[in-house]
T-cell receptor
Framework: GQNIDQPTEMTATEGAIVQINCTYQTSGFNGLFWYQQHAGEAPTFLSYNVLDGLEEKGRFSSFLSRSKGYSYLLLKELQMKDSASYLCAVRDSNYQLIWGAGTKLIIKP | DSGVTQTPKHLITATGQRVTLRCSPRSGDLSVYWYQQSLDQGLQFLIQYYNGEERAKGNILERFSAQQFPDLHSELNLSSLELGDSALYFC????FGDGGELFFGEGSRLTVL
């Protein structure tokens, strides 16, 4: 079957760095997406990786290793507004998105 | 603002009833996706349409149905509602039907009493 694993919840301190991991087992691979979702709001796109390596976008970076079936989202200089759920999604061989359950990130002052 | 419009934003109804949720995709987007999100749960994929045709089906109950119209707006019909159907229902759109970057509407919050 297809499976995506993310930690359920993480806590970090304002100003610090946090890494949210995502491991996947899917039928094929055509890219991995990270979305941010504040409570009660719509998910919004953060990043896309299809090749191995690191993609940097401001305070957020996303890494992919296809051979390991692994990705992480790195958030630097954490701000209170970064408190949200972070969703990992993999596009499989049929170009269908398989979603993880999301990681709830709690930022403490 | 993602450009995806969903109505209604909130809906309260009783068990056994039927409701229709509406979604207008971003201008130019051909594909529409419907997701269900129960409280503190992940996104559950229901169904996808591309240019009026059903493209993929997820764990959509038989009591639920959807369609995409020629003007590309979509409707999700939920019937014989149960308490467990209470959730946020999101519509998302993308340019093509290849699961690329999705733009989500603000959701329709359904409460079944």
């Amino acid at each position: 079957g297809q499976n995506i694993d993310q930690p359920t919840e993480m806590t970090a301190t304002e100003g610090a760095i946090v890494q949210i991991n995502c491991t996947y087992q899917t039928s094929g691979f055509n890219g991995l997406f990270w979305y941010q979702q504040h409570a009660g709001e719509a998910p919004t796109f953060l990043s896309y990786n299809v090749l191995d390596g690191l993609e940097e976008k401001g305070r957020f970076s996303s890494f992919l290793s296809r051979s390991k079936g692994y990705s992480y989202l790195l958030l630097k200089e954490l701000q209170m507004k970064d408190s949200a759920s972070y969703l990992c999604a993999v596009r499989d061989s049929n170009y269908q998105l398989i979603w993880g359950a999301g990681t709830k990130l709690i930022i403490k002052p | 603002d993602s450009g995806v419009t969903q109505t209604p934003k909130h809906l309260i109804t009783a068990t056994g009833q039927r409701v229709t949720l509406r979604c207008s995709p971003r201008s130019g987007d051909l594909s529409v996706y419907w997701y269900q999100q129960s409280l503190d749960q992940g996104l559950q994929f229901l169904i996808q349409y591309y240019n009026g045709e059903e493209r993929a089906k997820g764990n959509i109950l038989e009591r639920f149905s959807a369609q995409q119209f020629p003007d590309l707006h979509s409707e999700l019909n939920l019937s014989s509602l149960e308490l467990g159907d209470s959730a946020l229902y999101f519509c998302a759109s993308s340019v093509f039907g290849d699961g690329g970057e999705l733009f989500f509407g603000e959701g329709s919050r359904l409460t079944v009493l």
